[in-house]
């Protein structure tokens, strides 16, 4: 479990019983607590140095949200819901809430989570089809779980009152607890996939690529619906190589019913000046993921592979997946 080693928070959080349990826990721990005005804007976080950030992720930021819009999806939800909590722990060095946040994607926990479900659901009941909410888009909410048990409750509680699904990814394997829970279908939980050589070498503090599909499995054991997300795609030099192994891998260990109704998104990854900054200074012994020969700007700062590099993966993608797993929707390539 994650221990932080200080606590910022929002005094109005102590409003509500989450908030509260959370101080009190942390106050036992003999945490810091550090009281702020707003978690959008801490000064004394802004003002540290690149090389300061994988302590930064040591901090915890305790908050309420107070925007929530439904902003429509077309990809594997209708639309992208703003909920429980935004930033990680992880460092993944391509992580795309750097872009939004720069050096302060450190990990929120939103406390007002009553009226933050409350409001889907009763968007849910009004509307005349069944939507898909992503409630996730923003933080990983298989980590949070284990800070806040804010899934565990969201998820019975849409199962009940909720019409139509939430949907989220996840880089963790902590799933456990929601396990045995009354879950309706109503749920879907994609497990994000790379290499086990990307994921040590990128996706720093995230699960193990044996352990993300030992989850996938209990999560097909305990029936809920599951997506599988590739992603980001990372061009490194023996990138093909990496990624057959990876489907091969995930094909002899799931079970072939499973198989027949996973849907795979995949997404080449996007990378910035930002990402390359602060990577520089806060992991210098790290791989440079900015390939001058392979990408190209995509306006603010922002790089992604040529389009040429990338209709030739997804070529190459379509051809691994037809031969490990004929039998699985793609939802889309990107």
């Not at 221990?3 to 826990?25: C, F, H, M, S, T």
């Not at 939430?166 to 880089?171: E, N, V």
């Not at 027949?260 to 990402?275: A, R």
Request: charged share 25%; proline share 4%; glycine share 6%.
């Amino acid at each position: 479990m994650f221990i932080p080693d200080a606590i910022y928070y929002e005094p109005n959080v102590q409003e509500y019983e989450l908030g509260k349990k959370l101080l009190r826990q942390y106050k036992e721990q003999h945490i810091p607590l550090i009281a702020i005005e707003n978690h959008n804007n801490i000064p004394e976080m802004r003002a540290q140095q690149n090389e300061a950030f994988p302590k930064m992720k040591q901090h915890l930021i305790i908050g309420t949200r107070k925007t929530q819009k439904f902003e429509p999806n077309h990809k594997t939800s209708d639309f992208l819901v703003p909920y429980t909590s935004s930033g990680c722990i992880a460092m993944c060095l391509y992580c795309y809430l750097v872009c939004n946040y720069n050096k302060c994607a450190y990990l929120r926990l939103f406390v007002n989570r009553e009226q933050l479900l409350d409001k889907i659901i009763q968007y849910s009941l009004k509307s005349e089809k069944e939507f898909v909410y992503e409630i996730g888009s923003n933080s990983d909410l298989i980590l949070e779980n284990t800070i806040t048990g804010n899934l565990t409750w969201t998820i019975e509680k849409f199962a009940k009152e909720g019409k139509g699904k939430l949907t989220l990814p996840t880089k963790f394997s902590f799933v456990e607890p929601i396990l045995t829970l009354q879950h309706q279908g109503k749920t879907i939980i994609r497990m994000s996939l790379n290499p086990e050589e990307i994921i040590r070498k990128v996706e720093f503090g995230t699960a193990k690529l044996k352990d993300r599909i030992h989850a996938i499995k209990q999560l097909y054991e305990a029936g809920y619906p599951i997506g599988i997300l590739i992603a980001p795609i990372v061009m490194v030099e023996n990138w093909k190589d990496l990624y057959e192994e990876l489907l091969k891998e995930l094909s002899a260990e799931l079970d072939e019913e499973l198989k027949k109704g996973l849907s795979f998104e995949f997404i080449f990854m996007t990378y910035s000046f930002v990402h390359k900054m602060i990577n520089k200074d806060a992991f210098p012994a790290a791989i440079d993921l900015f390939n001058p020969n392979m990408m190209t700007g995509r306006g603010r700062g922002k790089y992604m592979y040529r389009k040429e590099i990338k209709r030739e993966g997804e070529i190459f993608i379509r051809g691994i997946m037809e031969k490990y797993f004929p039998q699985s929707e793609i939802a889309y390539i990107v």
